[in-house]
């Protein structure tokens, strides 16, 4: 469903047990979704929250998508996915995603064993009787999260790291290479960042990678290294997700000290990059 959610509204829009998860409790990204000639063409919201009261600490991380305008005048979509990653081990453990087209309702459930090298993909109304996904070696990840994960990487240009994505009920298993320095407006400010660029070169192209479409995430040079766009480009047009608020993880969001001064990072200040938006 991801797949489709990328293919709908952006078209209307690593991990180990040792990893680091890229986001953190509190963290809040949203997202102007711009296709074509339609530069409100819907919002992107991903968030983060951690629940540790229970027997398996994890990170819940929240993706919510939805046309707005004219666009969704001409294709109402809304789409809802959930990730749960294990705090201990920084493995997902399970995901839902659903979405609604046109009327349209689709969903199911998938469930991460690892032991067993495979994933569990569930229909509502059929969680007796999941489908067995064979799952490649790798620790997957949702698209969407993958590329916010990408932030916690240590790649310079001509570099490249290996990782593996689920979408809907088909593993892709991508080479992630840092591309070039480059250097992204937003409303949030001017940043520098690093282009990173998903490629199918392990296994033969398959989906939208074999149709010759490509995916781009900036991400920023600083101490926030915040991913400031995506892009999904097509054949027919190009769709770019651009951060435009920006909300930091619970611990961080303690006044600074009065007599503090703002650094800087790569030229931006960082009163302007930690700008939260509107």
């Known amino acids: ?67 707005r305008g004219l666009a969704r005048m001409l294709l109402p979509f809304d789409a809802k996915g959930e990730s749960f990653f294990d705090l201990r081990s920084g493995r997902i453990h399970s995901l839902t995603e659903s979405s609604r087209h046109r009327g349209k309702r689709t969903e ?44 916690s990487w240590e790649l310079k240009p001509g570099e490249k790291r290996d990782a593996l994505v689920l979408f809907d009920d088909d593993f892709y298993e991508l080479t992630i290479h840092a591309a070039r320095h480059e250097e992204v407006w937003t409303s949030l400010g001017t940043f520098k960042t690093l282009v990173l660029e998903p490629r199918m070169e392990k296994t033969a192209p398959k989906g939208m990678f074999k149709r010759g479409s490509s995916v781009r995430v900036w991400i920023s040079q600083d101490e926030l290294r915040l991913p400031v766009k995506f892009e999904v480009e097509f054949k027919i047009g190009t769709g770019v997700a651009t951060l435009t608020r920006y909300e930091a993880p619970e611990p961080a969001k303690a006044p600074a000290a009065a007599d503090a001064r703002p650094a800087k990072a790569d030229g931006v200040p960082a009163s302007r990059a930690k700008n939260t938006g509107p």
């Open 1 to 67: 469903m991801r797949l489709k959610l990328a293919l709908l509204l952006l078209a209307t829009l690593p991990a180990t047990a040792d990893t680091r998860l890229a986001l953190r409790d509190g963290e809040v990204f949203t997202y102007k979704v711009s296709w074509a000639v339609l530069p409100g063409a819907g919002e992107i919201k991903i968030s983060a929250h951690a629940d540790t009261a229970g027997a398996r600490p994890q990170l819940r991380v929240s993706t919510t998508t939805a046309t």
């Open 108 to 151: 199911h459930t998938v469930t991460f064993d690892y032991a067993a090298a495979q994933a569990l993909y569930s229909l509502p109304g059929d969680t007796a009787n999941p489908r067995l996904l064979p799952m490649p070696a790798g620790d997957p990840m949702d698209l969407i999260t993958q590329l916010v994960q990408t932030r």
